[in-house]
């Protein structure tokens, strides 16, 4: 699944791309969306604003109309110049939107529909989406407080949970709980306030820290290379998703995986760096601090 950089980039890619231009071309496969074409007229709006909100990514037309498509798993927008080829098969377009001098494709895309401001706020999923750690007023002490409503969920599923914070996925999870030395496995009853602000602080600087240094006009969607470590050395990029049985950067302990969740993702931890009882004067002395 795609975390929330991802679609950041894409909709600031799209953004610079399609702002202010008006659309010569709509098509798309899925059925509903033809007939609000059909009925309204996507074709000679200007788009005035693309946007990411967590996973999902809205362009939003003149005089209304709002397209919102959700990547899912395997969802991604690419920009091409009119009559460049596809690199993905004609087959896998979903939507395809032209102006003069761009074409932007969304292939593979599972959900798309077209909302008014008015529908958006009561579409399911996206209507209860926790603030999103990539937008300029993110305060990780509110943040902290929708984290810590959740007390009976373990911090690693609490970390994924949209209404909770928008933006972190499944890479970003593991890693954020390590640089916080905080157990994937702990109930988010167990944290104090300051792990729980500590965890909200690091997820948004991991995410802002990947999409500080992007790209040119031609970037589609960020692919890969997501970093948490800061270091130089693309092997040493993440702290510990995917480096089961390897020694932990910090203490060199192996690194320890589990399944996670009703949706069984894969969670890494180091079994030092993030102990999963801390001890009962440890918690006060935090909480008194
Ligand atoms: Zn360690």
């Not at 004609?90 to 074409?103: D, F, H, K, P, W």
């Not at 948004?204 to 692919?223: E, H, K, M």
Request: aromatic share 8%.
């Amino acid at each position: 699944m795609p975390e929330g950089d991802t679609i950041f980039r894409a909709a600031r890619t799209l953004n610079r791309a399609l702002v202010g231009s008006v659309v010569t071309q709509f098509e798309t496969v899925f059925p509903r969306l033809s007939r609000v074409d059909f009925d309204e007229g996507i074709c000679g709006r200007t788009v005035e604003h693309v946007e990411a909100r967590g996973k999902w990514l809205l362009v939003q037309f003149s005089g209304g109309p709002i397209l919102l498509t959700h990547m899912l798993m395997s969802g991604i927008w690419h920009i091409y110049r009119p009559g460049e080829s596809w690199r993905l098969p004609r087959s896998a377009m979903r939507v395809m939107l032209a102006t003069e001098s761009i074409v932007a494709v969304a292939f593979n895309i599972q959900i798309a529909e077209f909302h008014t401001k008015e529908s958006l706020r009561h579409r399911a999923g996206f209507a209860g989406l926790g603030p999103s750690l990539l937008e300029d007023d993110f305060v990780p002490d509110d943040a902290a407080k929708r984290l810590l409503a959740n007390p009976d969920l373990e911090v690693g599923e609490a970390l994924l949970k949209q209404s909770v914070v928008a933006g972190i996925g499944n890479v970003f999870k593991s890693d954020i709980c390590f640089a916080c030395g905080v157990h994937p496995f702990r109930k988010v009853g167990s944290l104090t306030r300051r792990e729980a602000i500590d965890l909200m602080s690091t997820a948004q600087r991991f995410l802002l820290a990947n999409v500080i240094n992007s790209a040119g006009p031609q970037i589609v969607t960020y692919t890969g290379m997501r970093r948490t470590t800061a270091r130089g050395n693309p092997s040493e990029r993440l702290w510990v998703y995917k480096r089961m049985g390897k020694p932990c950067r910090r203490c060199g302990a192996p690194i320890q995986s589990r399944k996670q969740g009703l949706d069984a993702r894969s969670t890494f931890w180091c079994p030092q760096c993030q102990p999963l009882r801390i001890s009962v004067l440890e918690k006060v002395r935090s909480r008194n601090s």
